[in-house]
């Protein structure tokens, strides 16, 4: 059954009051001879009762009569009939319009993957599965085409990874409708940004930090934060954009590596700092592999962001131009531990920040430390 706007239950099917006359003649074994002498008619006429002819309050009173049913009973069967025949008709256009417009959307998403993360029953009216989609979104699916994640894209990818464009766009379509539930009570405003990167930066190189604490900061500041699994093929580790006058930064956890989560949290902090500008919708960047796309500038302000808050640039220049026995990893390695206690800082994160620095994701006998 399906539940309209107006929370009428509309049938699958209506159910004519002669299904109904049928089944009591076979249920009181009566034949159609008997039943015709009963309500003074010729067989013919029964026969064209039974198969569907309408119910007049003529025909109610003869029925009363043979099967001792009131006619009010069967007048009322029969504008029900008539009504649930409108409803149905009603919800089969807009199922025919729901088609279409589910056949747009497939163009540019992965609807049957969308609706089973979304928890939308495939076995719904397609109507029913837009009507949620839309309550989720909070605006016409429709609308998803002229959404910004759709349109554009500023974002650190690396050119060695494929990705699936519908994946992608149903990522971000997720990563929208996660941001939304997340968004925290504290408002948001300028300046936040560096003061919840700060304020992490310190968590981490005191060892306090965790995903719990970091979204925490994050909403204490006015910013949204949320994890959504990624799709096949799209290679995203973070997202920020805009949800109304909240920023958001969505994660995927797509490598379990709390350096690597930190750094790009603080990362698309940059961009919330210094590129997002109000509620614009056009507010959106996507973080994506290890090899980020440096010929953008609003890219290569957000790492130099994220780098200065974790490491003071002072302090890592310092730590860079210190010389070392040996070229070898462990005494890499063990160096920048030394350098990392000599500066009070997360050894983890100093380490992280050489291997992307020197495009050296292989540290030998260096593992990431789990996201926690």
Known sequence: METNSKKETIPFVATHPSEIIADE???????????????GMQKPNVTRLLKGENITPSIAAKLEAALDIPADMWMKLQLQYDKDTKAIERRDNLEKEAIAT???????????????????NACLFIQ???????????FNPLEIGKMNFVRQSLYKK???????????????VLA??????????QPYTKGGGVSAAKTIAGHVHKGTLTEA???????????????????DKTPIDAVSMMTGETPAIITTHRYNDMSRLVFNVLHELGHVELHFNGNDVENLFISSDETYSLDNKQEKEANTFAEDILIDKHIWKKMMESGTNSISTRNIVNKLKALSEKYELDSNIVIWRYKYESHNYKLFGVKPVPIR
Do not use: C
Request: charged share 25%; hydrophobic share 40%; net charge positive.
């Open 25 to 39: 003649i076979k249920a009181r074994g009566m034949k159609k001879t008997e039943f015709a002498e009963r309500m």
């Open 102 to 120: 589910e056949m747009m959307l497939s163009s540019l998403l992965n609807l049957p993957e969308l609706y089973k993360r979304l928890g939308i």
């Open 128 to 138: 029913k599965k837009l009507e949620i989609l839309s309550g989720l979104l909070n």
């Open 158 to 172: 690396s050119d060695k990874l494929s990705f699936d464009e519908r994946n992608q766009n149903t990522w971000l």
């Open 176 to 185: 929208y409708i996660s941001a939304i539930k997340n968004n925290p009570l």
């Open 213 to 231: 604490t970091l979204k925490q900061v994050l909403n204490d500041h006015g910013i949204s934060y949320s994890v959504v699994r990624k799709l």
